[in-house]
């Protein structure tokens, strides 16, 4: 049986030649075998043995002692060098084994050149050494000759390898073909695994990084216009396409660029090969044709779109485009007055936009204002917004006014001149504005006559003089003559050319492989008429993707596979060629350019095992403790052609189903084909079929083991694969090379391996043993602390993972592990074969140690982390009650690991001791007591060598609050009343209320550091006497000191246990009298001049502030002193109460406007003790405004009629500004007002109206109508 017949199927592609040429050993009959010539148990054992490679091949065996006189062994056929053919000296031909004399006569095997003593192959890549130091047990001295594989990451769908491969030990290379299967620009890798069997199992060493398969340029060029016809105002022509490779791909390589000849353009729209869908191939391209190529017919061009690579057309496509005649310009008379109104002359699509503009004849008139009515029927356009109405020179304010089923919806425009100096506004065609309006989404296709009317209402010029009113304007369109209504021609978007693309190009047709059936799809997209293109004006095209089709019909697929609606299936016995098969797609009268789907077809199928007998193995026992037979990979090649392609040979045996025609006898999984039970049967796929023989006598014997250690990643070459064309003859060839890890060391802790372990047999054969099979692996004496190798691995349990151990050392030999066969079900272990595993640990020493806190548990205060005690009332304050501590250890190749939690990590309270504790994990708590201070603590690990050398240190500190401190400040505060200490409480002038104080307090730390806790619920207040002071109560955030009764009262303030201050609190019946008042401002509607600015009969509270004689105040003695009404010490009055009015609580009424003359407001506070009375006036304006309907002249503040400021009068020959407000009240919108303004003409004239436009205004009245 061959040897690891597996990694030759992976490994190598060449499992069909392979085969041949190997079989040859173990089936030599006809050439003259060992078996039929008789020849020893011991002969057959050379035979197996010599066939070691290039160390000691039986070739060179042959050279020290021939088999016979009639030719030597090497001359009968090395089984690596030439192979056993027949015609170069065959055991048959040239002299058979039986007539030469048995291999016992000429020279026993063992000195003629046993392989085990001259040519171990230890130094050459065996897994392990040919020594058996800490009695283990030898090694192979042969090992798998392929041990590695390469396969493409698309094996199992699409990817083809070619049969051909050149293995050794830990090597692979082969070539991969057939990319025109892949889909164009998909990315693939080429990975490499040892292990496991043809297209299962394994460990996956590695991939190389991904390449793609390559695009083709695009060989032809499907189009179709979605402009039927070019119209002079939107000159756009519009063409739909699909690109296609020479085979059919729509996922081309991108063109450099796309042109449009045979008609004079004048720019490009949107031609860009960008365009152009990645998947589909569908592109468009738009282009401005010249104005020059329209005339006053309706005309048809040629047209050639080209698909350009460089200056090289690679696809053309020649469309028929109809350019529409050239509309005449129309215009008024010149030096005529009205207006024109221009439409588009080209049809438009429902949802489109499109512009309507609005020119002004004026004569010699300039154009200072107009106010015009645009009316449309709202079954055709539709208004946008205001937004979308705009004028180069005019300010405009519009009010659309929405029509019903018998009346035209309508807008009103007025425009203000932006500048009247401007020639612009004066003569023919003034550039009144343009409306955006969109064609409605309902609109009916066809001519609607009277799309649009419009109405001047006036003409204005710069001497007010309106010199055009009511007059209907004048419209043009596409006839190409004024008329009194607007016409408007609408199309629908028809579909006007259909485009069609093949999901699946290329096929190859596994079915005769696997039974899939493979298929591809016709899609087709739908191109609808347009005439507008881009920007965000223009209609969706409305194009309908994929498989809009309504049907498809095909030629050529006869014989070759089926239609079903526009999907294509290929059957098991295609045949087509290049040809293929051609798909038409159909969608009412429209019909596609034909899709070709190129078929190849699988002509000849070749299954081939790597040995036709499988022996049960001796001793070994499946994972049911059933006998365990041999087994052998097996390998498909297919040759797909077909009519005018040439064939190509690929080996496809992972796309392959394989059946057994008796899984009683022989299961196949995969491509795997094991021995159940004595007998023979048939390994299939489709026609192709291979023998197989299970025999349960002789069997064969496991001889030994290797077993390596596996880690890290193949090396590849190329190291990046290069892109891949899309041809079914390109190939690429990658080799793979892994160096055996047990010549790498394993860096750090918990750094593992994956144990891979074969045993030869006593054929020649080797045979993976896994632990389902009865492996074990155990560490030798030395490697019992640094290795451990019981654990499964996670992500393939078909394995055992070896890792380094914690707290291990360096340590390097030929057997670290070994790695037994046991035989489990037999009751008494019996040891099948064993080898040993080298390894090498090599663990550098630490470089460093870093101790910090952790994130979780941030420090205090400052670059040292503080903690408190639970008891202590710096808890309160927010600081810890522990923290905990995070170590890390540097490494040279390993880099940082954490060690917080690390057993061998020692934490060491040197400094501190009566401070804090820490726990094995790094949690610092402090101790009990009334210490406070700072504690160091060191961070060692003395019992771990690698790391005994490094330290590190941090600095904890435990501290509390050690006092606190007290003030009490004047309630309510005031701008700097925070320095200001109050120790009395009085009565304030002359009432029976006390004033108050708040209370801040402050606590100190042992840190040096302090905290504000007076607004700290911790914080507690109490008084001594509360008939004097009564219980402290917390106003917002700060406690607050009421007065009751004259005496004192001894105050305690606490923070905590043990944390207290008190000092006495004197209330006193002795008054502090008023010594000011300060009427404030900022509290009316306007401060420059002061005004009361409300309608009538409002309210408004005043703000007066009190200074008091020992200096305190209230800021607010108006409403914000709610203990102390302020009628108690002040009286308020008003000098003209029937405009202001005042109350005895300072609250104001206005009652009537005083704009020339401010009502005086006076705040007094009488004589109180020896005090003398005390005054302040303030001086306020009055100004009413309108009530809910009613509207309202003149500034709001100051002077109704004023310059700069609000109290200058303007003077002779000075422009003003009379403002006009009008009260809409609640939920109420503007949106119409009509009013005349009466004005003394003989004082006044109208300069201008700002934003409003007066329809007419004559000396002493202005008639305003506005929207």
């Not at 004689?1109 to 009628?1127: L, R």
Request: charged residues 5%; glycine residues 10%; hydrophobic residues 40%.
């Amino acid at each position: 049986m061959r040897r690891l017949a597996w990694a030759q199927l992976l490994g190598s592609t060449a499992i069909g030649s392979t085969a041949q040429s190997s079989t040859a050993v173990g089936s030599t009959g006809s050439s003259g075998t060992i078996g039929s010539t008789g020849t020893t148990g011991t002969a057959g054992s050379a035979r197996s043995t010599g066939s070691t490679g290039t160390s000691g091949s039986v070739g060179s065996t042959g050279s020290s002692g021939s088999i016979g006189t009639t030719g030597t062994t090497g001359a009968v056929g090395s089984i690596r060098s030439s192979g056993s053919t027949g015609t170069s000296g065959s055991l048959g031909t040239s002299g058979t084994v039986g007539s030469t004399g048995s291999f016992g006569s000429t020279g026993s095997t063992g000195t003629v050149g046993a392989p085990m003593s001259t040519g171990t192959p230890a130094s050459t890549g065996v897994f392990g050494t040919s020594g058996a130091p800490n009695n283990c047990s030898a090694a192979c001295n042969l090992v798998p000759s392929d041990g590695l594989a390469l396969q493409l990451s698309t094996w199992s769908t699409t990817g083809f390898a070619s049969p051909t491969s050149v293995p050794s030990m830990f090597n692979a290379t082969r070539a991969f073909q057939s990319f025109s299967a892949l889909t164009p620009g998909s990315t693939n890798t080429v990975a490499a695994k040892i292990g496991g069997s043809p297209c299962l199992g394994g460990l996956q060493l590695g991939a190389t990084p991904g390449f793609s398969t390559l695009t083709l340029p695009a060989a032809s060029v499907s189009a179709v216009l979605r402009t039927t016809t070019v119209h002079p105002d939107y000159p756009v022509l519009s063409i739909a396409f699909v690109v296609r490779d020479v085979d059919g791909r729509t996922r081309v390589t991108r063109p450099d660029s796309l042109t449009v000849t045979g008609l004079t353009l004048s720019g490009t729209a949107s031609c860009a090969p960008s365009s152009i869908d990645a998947t589909t191939g569908v592109g468009f391209c738009d282009v401005v044709v010249a104005a020059s190529e329209f005339g006053s017919t309706t005309a048809s061009r040629s047209v050639t779109l080209s698909v350009m690579y460089g200056s090289t057309a690679a696809a053309t496509a020649v469309l028929s485009a109809s350019l529409a005649r050239a509309v005449p310009a129309v215009s008024l008379p010149s030096g005529s007055q009205g207006m024109l109104i221009s439409l588009p002359n080209s049809p438009r699509l429902p949802t489109e936009q499109f512009s309507v503009a609005a020119f002004g004849y004026t004569g010699v008139k300039k154009l200072a204002f107009f106010q015009i009515t645009l009316y449309f029927n709202q079954s055709v356009a539709s208004y946008i917004s205001d937004a979308q109405v705009t004028s180069t020179l005019y300010t405009l304010k519009l009010a659309m006014t929405a029509g019903s089923a018998s009346t035209k919806a309508f807008v009103t425009v007025i425009g203000t001149a932006s500048d009247n100096a401007v020639p612009q506004i004066v003569g023919d065609n003034v550039p009144m504005l343009t409306a955006k309006f969109t064609v409605a989404s309902g609109a009916v296709a066809g001519v609607t006559a009277n799309a649009f009317e419009a109405t001047i209402v006036s003409f204005t010029d710069v001497s007010n003089t309106n010199f055009v009113q009511v007059q209907a304007g004048r419209f043009a369109d596409s006839r190409g003559s004024l008329d009194l209504a607007g016409l408007m021609t609408v199309w629908t978007a028809d579909a006007v050319g259909l485009l069609s693309y093949a999901s699946v190009p290329e096929i190859f047709n596994v079915q005769p492989l696997s039974g899939s059936t493979t298929t591809s799809t016709v899609n087709a997209r739908i191109v609808k008429r347009s005439i507008c293109t881009t920007g965000s004006g223009c209609a969706t095209a409305g194009d309908s993707s994929g498989n809009v089709a309504s049907s498809c019909a095909a030629s050529g697929a006869s014989g070759v596979g089926s239609l079903s609606g526009c999907t294509f299936t290929v059957g098991a016995a295609t045949t087509a060629g290049s040809q293929g098969v051609s798909v038409t797609a159909t969608s009412g009268s429209l019909t596609a350019a034909p899709v070709t789907i190129r078929v190849w077809h699988p002509s000849v199928i070749a299954v081939s095992a790597g040995s036709s007998t499988l022996s049960r193995i001796a001793g070994g026992r499946t994972s049911s403790c059933g006998m365990l037979f041999q087994s052998t990979p097996l390998a498909v090649t297919a040759t797909f052609t077909g009519s005018g392609l040439t064939g190509v040979t690929v080996d496809v045996t992972c796309l392959a189903t394989l059946t057994s025609s008796n899984p009683s006898i022989v299961s196949v999984s995969g491509a795997l084909a094991t021995g159940v039970a004595a007998g023979t049967a048939q390994v299939t796929v489709g026609s192709a079929a291979v023998s197989l023989t299970v025999v349960s006598s002789p069997t064969v014997s496991p001889v030994c083991m290797s077993a390596a250690l596996v880690h890290g990643s193949a090396i590849f070459s190329p190291s990046s694969v290069p892109n891949q064309a899309q041809s079914p003859t390109a190939s690429v060839t990658v080799s793979a090379s892994y160096v055996k890890n047990d010549q790498t060391s394993l860096t750090s802790e918990g750094a593992s391996a994956t144990i891979v372990a074969f045993a030869r047999l006593s054929d020649g054969s080797y045979l993976e043993v896994l632990p389902s099979m009865g492996l074990q692996v155990m560490p030798s004496n030395d490697f019992s602390t640094v290795l451990n190798s019981s654990t499964l691995l996670s992500t393939n349990t078909n394995y055992y993972r070896a890792f380094v151990m914690s707290n291990a050392g360096n340590a390097a030999g030929s057997c670290a592990l070994e790695a037994k066969w046991i035989d489990t079900c037999s009751g008494s272990n019996t040891l099948l074969a064993a080898g040993p595993i080298a390894a090498s640990v090599q663990l550098p020493s630490a470089s460093s140690a870093s101790v910090t806190i952790s994130s979780g548990t941030p420090c205090n205060t400052g670059a040292t982390c503080s903690i408190s005690r639970s008891t202590d009332p710096a808890v309160q304050l927010g600081r810890r009650t522990s923290t905990q501590l995070s170590v890390s250890v540097t490494f040279p190749i390993q880099g940082t690991v954490t060690f917080t939690n690390d057993p061998r990590t020692v934490y060491t309270v040197v400094s501190g001791a009566n401070l804090v504790a820490v726990s094995t994990t790094g949690l610092v708590t402090p101790l009990g007591g009334s210490s406070f201070g700072a504690a160091v603590i060191n961070v060692t690990f003395p019992s771990y060598s690698r790391a005994a050398s490094v330290w590190a240190s941090i600095t904890i500190r435990v501290d509390g609050v050690t006092g606190i401190t007290w003030k009490a400040s004047p309630f309510p505060s005031y701008t700097g009343s925070s320095s200001v200490v109050t120790s009395t409480l009085r009565k304030v002038h002359c009432t029976t209320a006390y004033q108050r104080a708040s209370v801040s307090a402050t606590v100190s730390l042992s840190d040096s550091t302090t905290a504000d806790v007076s607004g700290n619920n911790y914080l507690s207040v109490a008084s001594g006497s509360t008939s004097v002071v009564p219980a402290p109560t917390r106003v917002g955030s700060v406690y607050v000191l009421t007065g009751a009764s004259a005496g004192t009262s001894n105050m305690t303030f606490s923070f905590g246990t043990g944390i207290a201050a008190s000092a006495v609190i004197t209330v006193t019946d002795t008054s502090a009298t008023v010594s000011s008042l300060t009427w404030a401002t900022s509290f009316w509607q306007s401060t420059s001049p002061v005004t009361f600015a409300a309608t009538l009969g409002s309210t408004k509270t005043t703000v007066l502030s009190a200074t008091f004689n020992d200096g305190t105040q209230f800021p607010d003695a108006i409403s914000g002193v709610s203990w102390v009404p302020p009628a108690s010490y002040l009286s308020f009055a008003s000098d003209d109460s029937s405009r202001i009015s005042i109350s005895a609580s300072g609250v104001a009424t206005i009652g009537a406007s005083s704009y020339r003359v401010p009502v005086t407001l006076t705040a007094s506070a009488a004589s109180c003790a020896s005090s003398a009375p005390v005054s302040q006036t303030t001086q306020v304006y009055a100004n009413l405004e309108p009530a809910v309907g009613d509207i309202d002249l003149g500034n709001q503040y100051g002077l109704p009629f004023s310059t700069s400021p609000y109290t200058s009068a303007p003077s002779v020959g000075q422009t003003f500004s009379v403002p006009m407000r009008i009260n809409l009240g609640t939920g109420r919108k503007f949106t119409f007002t009509s009013f005349n303004l009466l004005y003394p003409s003989d004082w006044v004239k109208v300069h201008s109206i700002a934003y409003y436009l007066p329809t007419a205004y004559t000396a002493g009245q202005v008639n305003w109508c506005n929207n």
